[in-house]
């Protein structure tokens, strides 16, 4: 089993930044990618950003520029940093990851949310 832990959520002032950190443990053999969605209030999930193994990241229109995510391999851990914080940002993330835990089989994993909540 495999869990995802995130930290670093928290209430910022519009214009701020928050950096949120999720790491993972458990029967690892290898994780693949990893990335971050949000949810906020009466709406869907939706993707904010994923990076592959390699480092090479995917960003939603709506935070490039602003958001930079980032990872250690060697800690199975992956950051958002989030900057220029705007009211809209306001959600629930979820970090996830696809986790190889033999050389033939991955399965997608999701942590338990951290709340950003940016006030105007």
């Known amino acids: 089993q495999v869990q995802l832990v995130e930290s670093g959520g928290g209430l910022v002032q519009a214009g701020g930044s928050l950096r949120l950190s999720c790491a993972a443990s458990?029967?690892?053999?290898?994780?693949?990618?990893m990335g971050w969605y949000r949810q906020a209030p009466g709406k869907q999930r939706e993707f904010v950003v994923g990076?592959?193994?390699?480092?090479?990241?995917k960003y939603a229109d709506s935070v490039k520029g602003r958001f930079t995510i980032s990872r250690e391999n060697a800690k199975n851990i992956v950051y958002l940093q989030m900057a220029s914080l705007k009211p809209e940002d306001t959600a629930v993330y979820f970090c996830?990851?696809?986790?190889?835990?033999?050389?033939?089989?991955?399965?997608?994993?999701w942590g338990q949310g951290t709340q950003v909540t940016v006030s105007s």
């Open positions: 996830n990851a696809d986790v190889g835990s033999s050389a033939s089989y991955t399965q997608r994993y």
């Open positions: 458990g029967v690892i053999f290898s994780i693949h990618a």
């Open positions: 990076i592959t193994r390699g480092g090479t990241p």
